[in-house]
């Protein structure tokens, strides 16, 4: 598994670079966190997509881009990957192949390299992003609301019953992140103006 982590300096500063290019890492929601335009959305729980099941839908994204590998990084603090870098010796950047399992999946998510418990990606990780090598579809994901969002060309033509468009499905589940269970409206208004999509169900 070492060798799917991203291991030096020169490496990570070019795939964040990549990254750059594609998300808003400074954002968060309601804010828009793509740069890319013209994408449709769907939405799904933060843990999801840091589980074996997500790996499911995941996979078949990636099948259908035909993708070789997809890009799983922690975002949420570079200063805290910086100095982990410096002890330890590798970013919680990996590059997945697209023929995993999703147990193989989950090795990733859980691999510390025989640091203290904890140490992993699906432990530390407040957000995350995942880029396959296509472009033609990406997932930002936060914990602090519960959410992860799948932003997708219109040319895939991807349905999953656990990624739902955005709306009152959406904000239920995400609910449970916010005080009294009870999402502002204004939160609501701008998530709905940034991640409108024609998609429905």
């Given at each position: 598994m070492r060798h799917l982590f991203i291991d030096n300096q020169l490496a990570f500063s070019e795939c964040k670079k990549v990254v750059d290019s594609f998300f808003n890492l400074n954002k968060?929601?309601?804010?828009?966190?793509?740069?890319?335009?013209?994408?449709?959305?769907l939405f799904s729980e933060f843990d999801l997509v840091l589980s074996e099941d997500g790996w499911e839908s995941i996979e078949k994204l990636a099948i259908m881009a035909?993708?070789?590998?997809?890009?799983?990084?922690?975002?949420?603090?570079?200063e805290f990957s910086k100095k982990f870098f410096l002890?330890?010796?590798?970013?919680?950047?990996?590059?997945?192949?697209v023929n995993f399992s999703k147990d193989d999946y989950w090795k990733v998510l859980k691999e510390t390299f025989g640091l203290q418990e904890g140490e992993?990606?699906?432990?530390?990780?407040n957000k995350i992003?995942?880029?396959p090598d296509s472009f033609s579809w990406m997932i930002y994901g936060e914990r602090e609301t519960e959410l992860s969002v799948?932003?997708?060309?219109?040319?895939?033509n991807f349905e999953d019953d656990d990624w739902l468009p955005l709306g009152t499905d959406v904000f239920?589940?995400?609910s449970v992140a916010f005080?009294?269970?009870t999402i502002p409206e204004k939160f609501i208004e701008k998530m709905m103006r940034n991640y409108k999509s024609h998609i429905s169900r």
């Open positions: 968060e929601f309601p804010d828009q966190v793509f740069k890319k335009n013209n994408l449709n959305y035909n993708d070789q590998s997809i890009l799983l990084a922690m975002v949420d603090d570079l002890k330890h010796h590798y970013f919680h950047w990996a590059k997945i192949p992993d990606i699906e432990t530390l990780a992003v995942l880029l799948l932003g997708f060309c219109p040319s895939i239920e589940k995400a005080p009294r269970q």
